[in-house]
């Protein structure tokens, strides 16, 4: 398999290319060339195979030639070891809980491949690795926990200041070891715009050897897919269209979605479910992509004004508003929604819904009001509610029960460094360190 930019301007590569890249030479995203298309017996297949055994058949053909077949499954049998789980609260509900891996968010999936893969690149290289990585909660915690004492590589990620909650700060900021945390005194658009002009510098990528573990990073993707397949293995068959809900901030969830489709799931439709940073919502709307300085929201971890996976996410759609509209809705949602979703559900279900997954329930809801037609709704439930357990108790008047493994983060002492929005400053400490 190779690997092409957004941009075009940059040559093909291969996946270990892309990966250690991070960001393509001319500033575009890595995008595999093809996506192929599996049967519909092979898809029935999925249903009856192992699920380790579903996700290595599904990233093979990504990882030919660069990875033998004996690494990858390695790599997919440590890094997914943990369930997905489905809970239907109606015929029409489905919430699929992707918080059962070690840090309680979806992006476990991503960092414990990405990082497996990334110390299998790296081997015998004599410069050490640096990941920079911006997040704006969830993807600290399973990056920091995925490459924790990965040798031969070093982390680190900058968080924007009292912008996330407590428990998602304290899962990266007290590991040490290869784990460093820059605590940025800006918002998380400012931590992403750092980590971009990083890989943009040639003199500094000359000295320092540097690969990103965000959602700019393909390989971040890839095994996003696993869980998209995990879906439709535990859906029942249905005759009406299937429309998933997905929690957006950066879009690099949706984008897998959108390979996923491409591989040949049945999914009719997607909804784009935002806060009030609405970018992609208003661009379905308008035509016209206007993003904003991010603000804050209960559902922080996706406050993104301008998301990274834009130009995927068009490129996959051909560049074309009539060919994204086709596949994506759009839908954002106030904090007084995402507090009132989360009380209905409670209500109604007896559910607990983390704002972020409140965020994609409230947007199937609206999808299902303007399209009555018959659909079932699938919602990715992108984090344990207990990571965000003030909010929770503001939506439905109680706190949600705390993992004993999350309660351990939240008695150790943080380590995180202060740092200012200035790109100097951030220069001169990576190459000081």
């Not at 192992?50 to 058949?57: G, I, K, N, Y």
């Not at 491949?113 to 290289?125: N, Q, S």
């Not at 992403?192 to 573990?213: G, I, M, P, Y």
Request: charged letters at 20%; a neutral charge.
């Amino acid at each position: 398999m190779r690997y092409r930019s957004t941009s075009g301007k940059a040559p093909l590569t291969s996946l270990r290319g892309a990966t250690l890249r991070g960001l393509a030479p001319d500033g575009g995203l890595y995008l595999p060339v093809e996506i192929a298309r599996h049967t519909p017996e092979e898809l029935e297949e999925f249903r009856r195979l192992p699920f380790t055994e579903v996700c290595f058949r599904v990233v093979r053909p990504f990882a030919t030639p660069d990875v033998p077949e004996e690494v990858l499954w390695q790599i997919v049998a440590e890094a997914i070891n943990f369930p997905v789980k489905l809970v239907s609260l109606s015929p029409a509900l489905h919430i699929l809980e992707l918080f059962h891996g070690p840090t309680l968010a979806f992006k476990d999936f991503g960092a414990r491949f990405m990082a497996r893969l990334m110390g299998y690149f790296v081997r015998g290289e004599e410069r050490q690795l640096t990941v920079l990585v911006a997040t704006s909660g969830d993807t600290g915690s399973a990056v920091a926990h995925g490459f924790l004492r990965v040798p031969g590589i070093r982390v680190v990620i900058l968080y924007p200041s009292k912008r996330i909650s407590e428990a998602q700060e304290k899962q990266f900021t007290t590991l040490g070891e290869n784990i460093t945390a820059l605590e940025i005194s800006g918002t998380f658009d400012d931590c992403q715009r750092l980590v971009k002009q990083a890989f943009a510098d040639e003199a500094l990528n000359q000295r320092a050897f540097l690969t990103s573990a965000n959602s700019i990073n393909v390989a971040r993707l890839l095994p996003q897919m696993f869980y998209h397949v995990a879906a439709y293995r535990q859906l029942p068959v249905a005759s009406v269209p299937l429309i998933v809900s997905v929690p957006s901030g950066n879009f690099g969830n949706l984008t897998a979605g959108l390979f996923a489709k491409r591989l040949g799931l049945p999914v009719s439709r997607f909804i784009a479910a935002t806060n009030a940073n609405d970018a992609v919502p208003r661009y379905l709307l308008s035509g016209e992509y206007k993003p904003k300085e991010a603000v804050a929201t209960y559902s922080n971890a996706m406050d993104v004004g301008n998301p990274n996976n834009f130009p995927r996410l068009l490129d996959l759609c051909r560049n074309r508003i009539e060919n994204v509209r086709k596949e994506i809705w759009g839908q954002s949602a106030t904090d007084e929604e995402t507090l009132q979703q989360m009380h209905y559900v409670w209500d109604r279900f007896r559910y607990i819904s983390d704002p972020h997954t409140a965020v994609g329930i409230h947007a199937w809801e609206a999808y299902r009001k303007e399209h009555p037609e018959p659909s079932q709704g699938l919602v990715l439930a992108t984090a344990h509610p207990a990571k965000f357990a003030e909010i929770v108790q503001k939506g439905i008047g109680i706190a949600p029960p705390l993992p004993s493994r999350l309660a351990e983060y939240l008695n150790r002492p943080k380590l995180s460094l202060p740092m200012t929005t200035n790109y100097d400053d951030f220069k001169q400490f990576l190459l000081a360190h």
